[in-house]
Every structure is written in structure tokens, then in C-alpha cells.
């Protein structure tokens, strides 16, 4: 399984972008799919997930109510829609997809077993 993360940019405080997060096989309907950012000198932080079956979404408290996640199957594709989007949100983004994660794990980096390649988001002030 290969992931394909895209869409990150420089962009203003306040404005949006969206980052998609493709898969090279029909996976988004039975993996869990996790969006994770890293930005320099921190760890890897969670920022949302959508499950597999349920399609329940779970997100950070840094970005609930600004940032959605959402996935369309049939594109094989995962989507993190960003709205009035803050400096502190400046990261590289990375998607993740893992088959058997259970939901008290849904939030932790490790738990995930395939990762994108990162997009860079940079929000300026």
C-alpha cells in the first residue's frame, strides 16, 4: 500500500486549504486513516482520523471545528479540508492508514502501519 499526500502550500492566517491523501488500492473502506503533523524540534502529533467501517471522525482539540476530515472510497482518496488555519499550524503533514487499529489507539503515531511522504503547510501571520 502506497499513500500520496498533496495539496499543502503557503498560505495566509485565516484561509484554507485542503490536503488529499491518495492510495494506490481500494483501502480507505477497511483501513483507518489518520492525518499527523510534525513540525521541526516537536514529535509527531495527531490531527484527525476517520475510521474504517463506521467512517467516524476523530480529531485533536487543536482542530476541532477548523479542520474536517472525509474520504471518498471510490477515489481512494482521504481528504483534511482546513479552515482559518493559524501559524501554530504550520507543519509538515503526513497521512497514515492502518488495518487493525483499535480506537483507544486511533490517536497514536505508531499504531499506524503505512505513512505518506508529508506535504508542508506554512501559515504565515
Known amino acids: 500500500v502506497q499513500l500520496q499526500a498533496c495539496g499543502g502550500g503557503l498560505v495566509q492566517a485565516g484561509d484554507s486549504l485542503r490536503l488529499s491523501c491518495a492510495a494506490s488500492?481500494?483501502?480507505?473502506?477497511?483501513?483507518?486513516v489518520g492525518w499527523f503533523r510534525q513540525s521541526p524540534g516537536k514529535e509527531r502529533e495527531f490531527v484527525a482520523a476517520?475510521?474504517?467501517?463506521?467512517?467516524?471522525?476523530y480529531y485533536a482539540d487543536s482542530v476541532k471545528g477548523r479542520f474536517t476530515i472525509s474520504k471518498d472510497n471510490a477515489k481512494n482518496t482521504v481528504y483534511l479540508q482546513m479552515v482559518s488555519l493559524k501559524p501554530e499550524d504550520t507543519a509538515v503533514y503526513y497521512c497514515?492508514?492502518?488495518?487493525?487499529?483499535?480506537?483507544?489507539?486511533?490517536?497514536?503515531?505508531?499504531?499506524?502501519?503505512?505513512w505518506g511522504q508529508g506535504t508542508q503547510v506554512t501559515v504565515s501571520s
Open positions: 497514515a492508514a492502518s488495518y487493525g487499529i483499535i480506537l483507544s489507539q486511533i490517536r497514536i503515531a505508531q499504531q499506524y502501519n503505512y
Open positions: 488500492a481500494r483501502i480507505f473502506s477497511t483501513y483507518t
Open positions: 476517520i475510521r474504517r467501517n463506521s467512517g467516524h471522525t
